[in-house]
């Protein structure tokens, strides 16, 4: 998948986002809980990796922390920007070198299954060496990701075509857009995460992982 694939998926189902894809309410707050309990206390600064609309914005800030959030879409950072209290936003591929100096935040989040779709095979232990330096030493890294049990539930569904032992291509009814996930086991996730990151990864519900790391000192 392209960085180019990502851009065009997301541009395209960006005016539905909220409606089609948003969490109810109780289940977003209820999330957002357990995030904030894995991040250092405020005002902590928070990458948002894939903020989209911004969904989780008005929660970090009530806390107190101070995010900043990058997306590939343009078309999403534009409804991402009116919402009533903005924050630093940057139009950027996170699967590339992120565009932050060292030890520029105290944490990263990565939420609504946003690292499900890499480029490669490889494209997370990048992006996880990427944190590493742009996180500090102590720092969280925290991940919302479907598990490969996603597979096994959504089987049957006319939207999903699986096209690999943990790989399937999403099609969004409304557009026609499409874009590939790429599922990993726990212990893939904890393997891409690497020795800079002491990483635990845990269910929520039957069919996503949490994925909680601390920045090695």
Known sequence: MSEDDARR??????GRYERAYGLPADESRSRMQRVRRELPPPPARVLD???GTGRELTALLD???EPTGVDVSPAMLERCARRARPVPLVDANFWRPLPFGDGAFDAAIALHGTLAHPPDDDAIARLARELARVVRPGGAFVAEVPS???LERAAGDARLRRTGPGTALYEDPATGACIEARLLSDTA????LGPAWSTRVEPIGDAEWLVAAVRAR
């Open 9 to 14: 998926f997301f541009d395209a189902i960006a």
């Open 49 to 51: 990796l894939g903020v």
């Open 63 to 65: 806390a107190g922390y």
């Open 148 to 150: 490969p049990a996603w």
């Open 189 to 192: 996730w904890m393997a891409a």
